[in-house]
C-alpha cells in the first residue's frame, strides 16, 4: 500500500495589486491544481484606513481584494513581514477582521481577538505546522497587536512545542537584505540550526529575489523565494541591470507522515501588469540556471562573510540610500538624523570595506587582462 502524502504548494511575496484591475492569479492558477496546502507571504495591508506609516514605500489594498485569495485556494498567510503595519493600528485590526471573516489562516501576529500567530493544518491524516517570524522593519506595535520577532530561543522552544502535535514544521522567515542573491552567513547557520530542532521547512522572503534552496539533512531551506505576484518597475525587467525582481518560483514540496518525501520547482516570471505567468521552456530553464549558481556557495561550503559582503554591499548601500532620500525629502529632519546613524552603523561600516574589497579586485583583474 502506498504511503499517503500531502502537496504543499508555497510561493513568495503577494501585493494583490495589478493593472487595469486584473486577475492577480488568474495566469497560474493551473499550477495549483493538486495542492493540499497553498501559502504566501501576503505583502500588503488589506484596509483603506488608519496613518500611513513613515516609510519610502507603504503596502496596502482595497479589503474586497481578499477575494483572489479565496478564489486561488490560499490556506495559509504569512503576515510577519516589514509592512503589516504600514497603515497602523487601525489598518492592521481591520486586516485580521477581514482575513478571519473570509475564513483564511494567518500566522506571524495578531491581536486580542485573533492570536493565529501559529496554525496547524490537517490534510489526509497528515498535520502541517506553520510558524511565521520577521526581522522587523517597524518600531514598537501599539498595545494589543503582537508580530513574531525573529529570536532564535523563542523559535526552537515554538518548534518544540509542535513536534508531538505534527509531522512536519514550516517556518517562514521574513529575513534578508532586499535585491541581493545570498543569504547572510549568519542566516545560512541559523536556518540550519533550525532544522537540526525540528523544522522541516523553512521558506524565506522579503529580498524580493530568488535565493538558494539546499536540502540541509531532512529538511529544505529556501532562504528568499522573491517575489510571486508583486509590483515591478521597467529597469528591473530587462537589460544588463535586471535586479531578477520578475523572476519567481512555485515550490512544490511533497510531505508525508516521516516529513519531507520531495520538492519539484516551476519557474514563473511576473509581467508589467503585475500578474505571474508561466514563462516559455528557455526562461524557466534560465531562471532554474540561475537558483542552481546561487545556490552553489551553500553547497560547496565556501561562504565566508567577507566574500558575502563584497557581493552584497554595493546594492544594500546604495538602495537603502534611494529610500532614506526619499524619506528625507518627505519627512524632514529626523529622517535625517536617522539616516546619519545609519551611516556610521557596524553593518554599514562593514558595506564600506566590501565595496572597497571588491573594487580593488575588479582593478586588480583589469591591470592582469592588460598584462596578458
Given at each position: 500500500m502506498a504511503e499517503s502524502k500531502i502537496r504543499l504548494i508555497a510561493v513568495g511575496d503577494i501585493c494583490l495589486q495589478t493593472k487595469n484591475g486584473e486577475h492577480p492569479f488568474q495566469k497560474v492558477s493551473q499550477a495549483f491544481y493538486g495542492k493540499d496546502i497553498l501559502f504566501a507571504n501576503l505583502e500588503t495591508v488589506l484596509s483603506n484606513q488608519g496613518k500611513e506609516a513613515e516609510k519610502a514605500v507603504q503596502l496596502y489594498t482595497s479589503p474586497d481584494k481578499v477575494k483572489y485569495l479565496k478564489e486561488s485556494g490560499f490556506d495559509v498567510l504569512n503576515i510577519a513581514n516589514n509592512h503589516i503595519m504600514d497603515l497602523g493600528s487601525q489598518g492592521f485590526h481591520e486586516m485580521l477582521e477581514v482575513l478571519n471573516r473570509n475564513s483564511l489562516t494567518f500566522i506571524g501576529a495578531g491581536n486580542m481577538r485573533f492570536s493565529q500567530s501559529r496554525a496547524i493544518v490537517e490534510r489526509n491524516g497528515i498535520k502541517v505546522g506553520f510558524l511565521g517570524y520577521s526581522e522587523g522593519g517597524y518600531r514598537k506595535s501599539a498595545e494589543g497587536i503582537f508580530i513574531n520577532r525573529i529570536d532564535e530561543d523563542k523559535i526552537i522552544e515554538d518548534i518544540r512545542r509542535l513536534t508531538?502535535?505534527?509531522?512536519?514544521?514550516?517556518?517562514?522567515?521574513?529575513?534578508?537584505?532586499?535585491?541581493?542573491?545570498?543569504?547572510?552567513?549568519?542566516?545560512?547557520?541559523?536556518?540550519?540550526?533550525?532544522i537540526d530542532s525540528g523544522a522541516t521547512v523553512i521558506l524565506g522572503h522579503h529580498p524580493h529575489v530568488l535565493q538558494g534552496i539546499e536540502r540541509y539533512k531532512s529538511g529544505l531551506i529556501a532562504y528568499s523565494l522573491g517575489n510571486f505576484q508583486f509590483v515591478v518597475v521597467p529597469d528591473e525587467c530587462s537589460g544588463e541591470r535586471t535586479k531578477r525582481t520578475n523572476e519567481s518560483i512555485i515550490l512544490s514540496l511533497d510531505i508525508c507522515k516521516d516529513g519531507l518525501v520531495g520538492h519539484h520547482i516551476i519557474p514563473v516570471k511576473i509581467g508589467m501588469d503585475f500578474v505571474p505567468y508561466l514563462p516559455v521552456k528557455t526562461e524557466q530553464e534560465e531562471i532554474l540556471r540561475f537558483l542552481r549558481?546561487?545556490?552553489?556557495?551553500l553547497n560547496s561550503g565556501n561562504f565566508r562573510e567577507s566574500w558575502w559582503f563584497e557581493e552584497i554591499a554595493e546594492e544594500y548601500f546604495f538602495g537603502n540610500m534611494k529610500s532614506w532620500i526619499i524619506r528625507i525629502?518627505?519627512?524632514?529632519?529626523?529622517?535625517?538624523?536617522?539616516?546619519?546613524?545609519?551611516?556610521?552603523?557596524p553593518f554599514v561600516i562593514k558595506c564600506y570595506v566590501g565595496m572597497l574589497r571588491r573594487r580593488m579586485k575588479k582593478h586588480d583583474q583589469r591591470l592582469l587582462k592588460r598584462r596578458s
Open positions: 508531538s502535535q505534527c509531522n512536519a514544521i514550516v517556518i517562514s522567515l521574513h529575513w534578508g537584505i532586499e535585491k541581493v542573491f545570498y543569504p547572510s552567513p549568519k542566516q545560512v547557520k541559523f536556518a540550519r540550526r533550525l549558481h546561487v545556490s552553489e556557495p525629502k518627505k519627512y524632514g529632519i529626523k529622517h535625517f538624523i536617522q539616516c546619519v546613524r545609519w551611516l556610521i552603523s
